[in-house]
């Protein structure tokens, strides 16, 4: 069974500072690897997805994240953090299985401070 | 593009009373999701749908929880009777083609508060 795991519960970071939230990943065949983003009383946001191709994949308000097969990471980043940036972030695997359902970690709440 | 919409965004009800959600998914989104989500835990899924079928609902407690999608497009999500531990955020989703790459995009979702 696909599952994912963000060991950080907490992060936080200066406005203007790199930021990475981490995650890491177990599936039994090929990884299709989603971050999504929840604000205050908010469904999630889509942010990025990897599905096959290049490591580094770039999506919405300037966040990337690398995928990295030997480590079974997918770490989210972003070079200059903004204040606007503090929310809760997901991670999600999709399942290979006839369901293709999407498995998600319980989320890293990030901090950026002014 | 109209997201997905939820209703109603807030619900508060007693212990063993019911309660329904609705969800209209993104148009043209066969394929349909329910989640929990507790707080400070990630969402959970209930029940996913494809068009008007059930895919997987393994995860839904049968015994209190039902969820029906009859034209295959607007779903809702009933609770009955509601438990203490029924108190989270239903979010629902949608997705074009199952199986395919594309994304889910989520609903705001309903907050329930059972006291």
């Known amino acids: 069974a696909q599952s994912v795991a963000q060991p950080e519960d907490q992060v936080k970071v200066a406005e203007g500072n790199p930021l990475t939230v981490k995650c890491t990943y177990s599936v039994s065949g090929n990884p299709y690897l989603f971050w999504y983003v929840q604000y205050p009383n908010r469904g999630l946001q889509f942010l990025l997805k990897?599905?096959?191709?290049?490591?580094l994949v770039k999506g919405s308000y300037g966040f990337e994240a690398e995928f990295n097969k030997s480590q079974t990471s997918f770490h989210l980043k972003k070079p200059s953090a903004l204040v606007s940036d503090s929310a809760l972030y997901f991670c999600a695997v999709r399942d290979s299985g006839y369901g293709q359902n999407f498995v998600f970690g319980p989320g890293t709440r990030l901090s950026v401070l002014p | 593009e109209a997201g997905v919409a939820q209703s109603p965004r807030y619900k508060i009800i007693e212990k063993r009373q019911s309660v329904a959600f609705w969800c209209n998914p993104i148009?043209?989104?066969?394929?349909l999701y329910w989640y929990q989500q507790i707080l400070g835990q990630g969402p959970k899924l209930l029940i996913q749908?494809?068009?008007?079928?059930?895919?997987?609902d393994s995860q839904l407690p049968k015994d209190r929880f039902s969820a029906e999608r009859l034209k295959g497009v607007d779903s809702t999500l009933k609770i009955q009777p509601a438990k203490l531990e029924d108190s989270a955020v239903y979010l629902c989703?949608?997705?074009?083609?199952?199986?395919?790459?594309?994304?889910?995009?989520f609903g705001p979702g309903t907050r329930l508060t059972v006291l």
């Open positions: 989703a949608s997705r074009a083609i199952a199986g395919s790459t594309d994304t889910q995009y």
């Open positions: 990897y599905i096959t191709g290049d490591n």
């Open positions: 148009s043209g989104h066969a394929t």
């Open positions: 749908f494809q068009n008007n079928g059930v895919v997987d």
